[in-house]
């Protein structure tokens, strides 16, 4: 038994999937379905991304005699990255010849297609990765955080690091700007809606943001590092906050569609129930009053 197969299982058992099933996996490298053994399909279905709804797997649409859509098959599990980049050196990241049933790549690098895949030692990623999976303390750069508030600290980062925030179910999330100092360009600090892929800021030498507050509308926030000099340096707060805190647990619904039924208009109140069959909680609007009543 080889020690990077032992380290890849104990991987698995800690809840991590293969790296070149993530869901973004089609930006970083091909699968050559027609080269993987028939039996090994599943091991190349990608997982998806949270906030969205997995379809399950498709054996019946990728077939030996039909490999164009395999592309689009599903492993019906959920995953996140965790705000971290593809790794293609990942020891979760099949070599390029994986499964293969005639000696051809099953995987290759889009921009170069003879650069070798995965690796038989834990990458640095694959270190940061576990440790943001588990919420570990004392990270040397970035990480994932769950708490309700917390302070991101810059200032001793390496020249590239991302925070990952998550926040609770109906939460938002709002990053201050407590210090920061850049001076040299370029280099420059992002600050995303990660769950709904926007940038909300992209920071740098040219502005001084101290005391500038950021919403994320989402549960999910990043925030990317790329420092470029020991000279550029930032410290942020973040808060999560229930939603109605800030913004309207009370909505006036109403609508500029002249065959929508007035009687729908109104006050509504927002409320969320969990629901013990599927194991979830749900967002309802709860209707309060008609508009007329409440003026």
């Known amino acids: 038994m080889f020690h990077s197969v032992v380290v890849h299982e104990l991987l698995h058992i800690a809840g991590f999937l293969h790296e070149h099933e993530r869901f973004d996996r089609d930006n970083f490298v091909d699968v050559h379905w027609e080269n993987i053994r028939e039996n090994s399909f599943h091991n190349y279905y990608k997982s998806h991304a949270q906030g969205t709804s997995p379809s399950g797997s498709c054996s019946s649409q990728c077939t030996p005699t039909d490999t164009s859509r395999c592309g689009t098959c599903s492993n019906g599990r959920v995953t996140t990255s965790f705000g971290l980049a593809y790794d293609l050196d990942s020891i979760m990241h099949y070599d390029n010849r994986g499964f293969s049933k005639n000696g051809e790549d099953t995987l290759s690098y889009i921009f170069d297609s003879s650069r070798p895949l995965g690796s038989q030692v834990m990458t640095a990623l694959d270190i940061r990765k576990l440790n943001a999976a588990y919420n570990c303390p004392a990270l040397p750069c970035g990480g994932y955080f769950t708490d309700l508030d917390g302070i991101i600290d810059g200032t001793t980062c390496d020249m590239e690091c991302q ?111 969990y629901y013990w069959t599927f194991g979830k909680f ?11 009543d409440a003026f």
């Open 163 to 273: 925070w990952f925030i998550k926040a609770p179910f109906a939460h938002v999330i709002v990053i201050e700007v407590l210090e920061f100092s850049f001076t040299s360009s370029p280099g420059d600090v992002t600050i995303e809606d990660f769950f709904a892929e926007r940038t909300l800021a992209t920071l740098g030498s040219i502005a001084s943001p101290v005391g500038t507050t950021y919403l994320v509308k989402g549960t999910e926030a990043r925030i990317i590092l790329d420092r470029r000099s020991n000279d550029n340096t930032f410290v942020m707060k973040w808060t999560s906050i229930e939603a109605h805190d800030i913004c309207c647990r009370t909505l006036n619904v109403q609508s500029p569609n002249s065959n929508f039924d007035s009687q729908h208009e109104g006050i509504y109140d927002y409320e969320n129930f």
């Open 282 to 292: 749900y967002d309802f609007l709860k209707y309060v009053q008609s508009d007329t």
